[in-house]
């Protein structure tokens, strides 16, 4: 029979890009894969389509799985064969019970692997602007646990040594017993003058780092009503802060904004905006989708020579347009005859991509204008249009009353994506987005739509909505939008631009 293996990964604690290379490998090869509370959940997109996947995860006070029976569940996996991949929040010795999981795996005779994580207090406190050691302050830190087993006799943390000799002191599951727990190291002899921070979901975009000292820190938890993951960080470290802190700097760092491009187009936009600071939540309105018949648009391929301008209004219409060419195993030179005319950077640079260079346009043509950039030129000439099915007319109606004879084909089709993630309706219906993002006409009728069943009125209330560009702001404000923004330059980045100046100005 084939051997199991089981990897106990630590998978960091909370931003998805702490884990380490040789975790994201295992937990990419694994068969069955264990995760908790604290493992981020975008791991879940890593592992194989067709991999078990079991929630194992503990809610703070209540044990929906016993650790006993994740033992149980790690052994009888690891026993039938499979490549298990145990996901932990941080790293799986440093308070999480890795250790307990790892003695039965080896009382059982399963073969595993460690593979460490970076630790919430090496990681909550880094994005904190606070190093754990630093020679000017302190040589030694302490990673203590505020929640001991509750079954434990005594406490086996000597906060009469600890306080007042240890420089940093980093509690975890600190939040429960801090009361108790502070009093002690200040009875200790440690001045309650001592800088102090409470960093509530460390390394994630809703990451909140109070300050306070050793003597305000228990008023300070009840004040901001800090709540668990957090972690209590006590020293003199705590003062870089002021001088390292750049994680909550970040210019949309605490925006909540809602992405609603299709999914294959929106990465581009999550990335920008997650690494401006901005805690994004994907909700995609659109999915592009092939015509229902291609022949409009094969004839129209097959017979391009025969057209004097080919104008292209989006990638979209580029990918199905080269997609088709493709297929019929047309060789693009043969497409030399008409001029080719791109609406916007990314078309242009979607055509470059193939070796197509376009006619010259000012940037700040848009679909509106183009008949007019192009001009009386157009007079009694053939224009083939590639675009999607619910193209608005103006550009059409332009370039027939200059006199062109216009021949529009469908190249793909802007349906409504009607997937409904849970955690995304969930923060929509509470209020919980600062911000919304239309790229298109499509995606703001679409959003209304995949919204119909779902309460808008606390939404409404306070988000703010930014556009791509003046067609877009028009198809929001017919739909009873107020637009609180829009792009200078028409595309992708110069939305990111926008948002980042509003959200600068106003907050
Ligand atoms: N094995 C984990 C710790 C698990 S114990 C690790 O190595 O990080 C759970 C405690 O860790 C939480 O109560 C909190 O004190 C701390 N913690 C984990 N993730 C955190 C985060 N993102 N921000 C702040 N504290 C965190």
């Not at 009728?445 to 606390?458: A, G, M, P, Q, Y």
Request: some cysteine; proline content about 6%; charged content about 25%.
């Amino acid at each position: 029979m084939k051997k199991g293996l089981v990897y106990i990964i630590g998978a960091g604690p909370g931003d998805p890009g702490l884990i380490t290379v040789k975790g994201l490998q295992a937990l990419r090869r694994a068969d069955v894969v264990l995760y908790d509370r604290l493992a981020n959940e975008s791991f879940l997109q890593e592992c194989r389509p067709d991999a078990e996947l079991i929630f194992v995860g503990k809610m703070p006070d209540q044990h929906p799985v016993p650790q006993h029976e994740i033992n149980r569940l790690l052994v009888e996996k690891g026993q039938a064969g499979n490549v298990v991949a145990r996901l932990k929040g941080g790293d799986p010795y440093i308070f999480g019970r890795g250790g307990e999981e790892a003695e039965d795996l080896a009382a059982a005779g399963v073969p595993f692997e460690i593979v460490p994580g970076v630790t919430a207090a090496i990681a909550a406190t880094a994005y904190a602007g606070i190093p754990a050691t630093h020679r000017d302050c302190t040589s030694t830190v302490a990673f203590i646990t505020g929640h001991e087993d509750p079954n434990k006799a005594e406490s086996a943390v000597d906060w009469s040594k600890i306080g007042p000799s240890i420089g940093t002191i980093v509690i975890y599951m600190g939040i429960k017993h801090s009361e108790k727990n502070i009093q002690q190291i200040i009875d200790s002899g440690r001045s309650p003058d001592t800088p102090a921070a409470l960093i509530q979901q460390g390394t994630l975009p809703s990451q909140r780092t109070v300050v306070a000292t050793l003597g305000t820190l228990t008023q300070a938890i009840k004040e901001h009503d800090i709540k668990p993951p957090t972690l209590i960080v006590i020293g003199e470290v705590v003062n870089m802060r002021e001088k390292l802190t750049w994680f909550e700097t970040r210019p949309l760092f605490g925006a909540r904004v809602l992405v609603t491009r299709s999914r294959p187009q929106a990465s581009k936009l999550v990335t920008e905006l997650d690494a401006l600071g901005a805690s994004v939540t994907e909700f995609h309105s659109i999915k592009i989708e092939p015509p229902l018949d291609f022949d409009p648009l094969d004839n129209a391929i097959m017979n391009a020579a025969d057209f004097d301008h080919v104008v292209f209004t989006s990638v979209n219409g580029v990918e199905s347009f080269f997609g088709r060419t493709r297929n019929l195993e047309l060789d693009i030179r043969d497409l030399k005859g008409p001029r080719i005319w791109a609406i916007g950077p990314a078309t242009r640079d979607a055509l470059l991509d193939r070796g197509v260079v376009v006619e010259k346009l000012p940037m700040e043509y848009f679909a509106k204008s183009l008949g007019e950039a192009m001009g009386k030129s157009v007079s009694g000439q053939k224009v083939l249009l590639p675009r999607a099915d619910i193209a608005p007319p103006v550009l059409r109606e332009d370039l027939e009353a200059a006199g062109a004879q216009v021949t529009e084909v469908t190249a793909y089709r802007t349906v409504l994506d009607e997937s409904m993630p849970a955690a995304a309706a969930k923060a929509i219906e509470a209020g919980e987005i600062d911000y919304l993002t239309f790229t298109s006409s499509s995606t703001v009728r679409n959003f209304l739509e995949k919204c119909k069943n779902l309460n808008l009125d606390k939404l409404m209330q306070h988000v703010k909505v930014i556009s791509i560009g003046p067609v877009t702001t028009q198809t929001a404000k017919d739909l009873g939008f107020n637009v609180h923004t829009e792009a200078d330059e028409f595309t992708i980045p110069g939305l990111v631009d926008a948002l980042v100046e509003f959200h600068t100005d106003n907050t």
